[in-house]
């Protein structure tokens, strides 16, 4: 799909014109043999916002697909006619506009009459209207277009996307970019000591790795960001087996690993001005004779003895290695990025991640980036209270709630446990993206993966 901007009227291309209506349903008529009207309904003028202008744009993108429309044009004064609206709107445009028209493809065989793409999106603007930068398009949909990449990597199923795999589509995908990529084998990873990473992958006939993915942007000696992307390329729960239907969508156990190597994409591609890392330790986490058990002792790579209450509360033990690893960069900042709970799921339903740090400012500043990217989230804590309810009988630690009342809170439990491992960091934010890990059925998406957090992420980045 392309999006073109054109100031002048409409144009005599067979094409079917936009029109917002506040009375339309969904509604579809031909006035003439080349041009065809498709309605759409819109809130009125002062109670649209910019969630809603979202779903707006995404719903003309998905109508269209719906009934086969190659081509369609729409005048941006009528789209941009609303109160309430932010100032620039091109940015936001591309990226609702190319994350509606995004399916997941790769197993679906090409019907008859073809999928549906909408080739062109004609956005035609009044000479005087400077709403809408070209430029701001273009950076949309460079972002939407690691987005859409993000959700291919997460709807892969666990058969196409083993450890092995993932590392080989990254290693593509940063082909003619200045990002850099080492890999860690388990061989490699056993002499640095990441036992958490090592226990949860052995249960696995797919070997571990751990990705670490390099972008310089500015003076070398600049201190980076370190972005760390939980990589469970399927979590089966290990011997603690999740039932069924409960395994059902954890191919996407990736999908902060994924995000996070979309933000690299994004980022080396804006040429943003930072230097940032990222490490994604990429695992499997199955159930078979070498796995790792309840009650095993884990001596983690930082020397913490972690017991594990819960095989299934895999993504904490591999995450916590990849945060002492971040150590070593000295970072000024460390955001982690993780499907980690159920809880979080429980907690706030599938509209918003959870976010998770001490940091105050960074904490706004997050909230602010959520709202205006879409990437939605919402903060619970991390009191040190709460450390006490994972003290280890046997060990230091354990991977779950032990005091108490087992499972509640569980979002936190599994933050104050990363939480642990970071304790020199001044800026640490974990954001647990379980709730936002697929489209929920109003937003206007295709079902399946979603892409979070990256928008936000790259929002972060880029401040
Ligand atoms: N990957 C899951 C969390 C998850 C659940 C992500 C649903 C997306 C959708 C994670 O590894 C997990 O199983 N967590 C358990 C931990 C529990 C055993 C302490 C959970 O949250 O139920
Ligand atoms: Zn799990
Ligand atoms: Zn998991």
Not at 1 to 9: A, Q, R, T, Y
Not at 127 to 146: E, F, S
Not at 326 to 342: E, N
Request: glycine share 8%; proline share 3%.
């Amino acid at each position: 799909m392309k999006i073109i901007v054109v100031d002048k009227k409409l144009s005599r291309k067979k094409c079917t014109c936009v029109v917002l209506n506040e009375k339309a349903r969904v509604n579809r008529f031909l006035i003439d043999g080349k041009r065809e009207i498709l309605e759409i309904k819109v809130p009125k003028k002062e109670e649209m916002t910019m969630r809603q202008w979202i779903i707006l744009v995404r719903t003309i993108v998905q109508e269209a697909k719906k009934y086969n429309l190659g081509r369609v044009e729409i005048l941006w004064k009528d789209l941009t006619s609303f109160d309430n609206l932010d100032k620039e709107l091109g940015q936001v445009f591309a990226e609702a506009a190319y994350m509606a028209h995004y399916e997941f493809r790769k197993y679906k065989t090409v019907p008859k009459e073809g999928f549906g793409d909408v080739g062109e999106i004609v956005v035609i603007v009044n000479k005087t209207d400077k709403t809408l930068k070209r430029q701001d398009v273009r950076k949309g949909v460079t972002i939407a277009t690691q987005v859409n990449f993000c959700r291919d990597l997460a709807n892969t199923p666990g058969c196409d996307m083993t450890p092995a795999q993932l590392v080989a589509t990254t290693r593509k995908a940063i082909k003619g970019t200045k990002i850099k990529m080492r890999v860690m084998d388990e061989k490699q990873m056993r002499r640095k000591k990441m036992n958490g990473v090592l226990s949860v992958g052995q249960g696995s006939a797919n070997q571990s790795r751990f990705m670490i993915l390099e972008y310089i942007g500015t003076a070398p000696n600049k201190k980076p960001t370190v972005l760390v992307g939980k990589g469970v390329t399927f979590d089966s729960g290990g011997i603690d087996t999740k039932p069924h239907p409960f395994g059902l969508e954890m191919m996407m156990d990736m999908s902060g690993g994924a995000a996070v190597i979309a933000t690299m994409l994004t980022v080396a591609k804006l040429k943003t001005k930072k230097n940032i890392v990222a490490l994604i330790p990429v695992v499997e986490n199955m159930a078979s004779g070498h796995s790792y058990r309840p009650g095993d002792i884990v001596t983690m790579m930082d020397g913490t003895h972690v017991e594990v209450g819960h095989t299934d509360a895999e993504g904490r033990l591999i995450l916590a290695d990849a945060l002492t690893y971040a150590k070593m960069y000295k970072p000024t900042q460390v955001i982690d990025v993780a499907t980690l709970t159920g809880a979080a799921l429980v907690a706030l339903g599938e509209r918003a991640s959870a976010i998770f740090t001490d940091d105050d400012e960074l904490a706004q500043q997050t909230l602010k980036s959520a709202e205006k990217t879409g990437d939605y989230a919402w903060r619970l804590p991390l009191w040190d209270e709460y450390s006490a309810e994972i003290a280890g009988t046997y060990g230091d630690i354990s991977n779950i709630r032990t005091k108490g009342q087992p499972g509640i809170g569980g979002a936190i439990t599994a933050a104050m446990f990363l939480k642990h491992f970071v304790k020199d960091h001044k800026q640490w934010m974990h954001i647990d993206i379980a709730p936002t890990m697929t489209a929920v059925f109003d937003e206007q998406l295709a079902k399946g993966a979603k892409g979070s957090p990256v928008r936000l992420l790259v929002d972060l980045l880029e401040k």
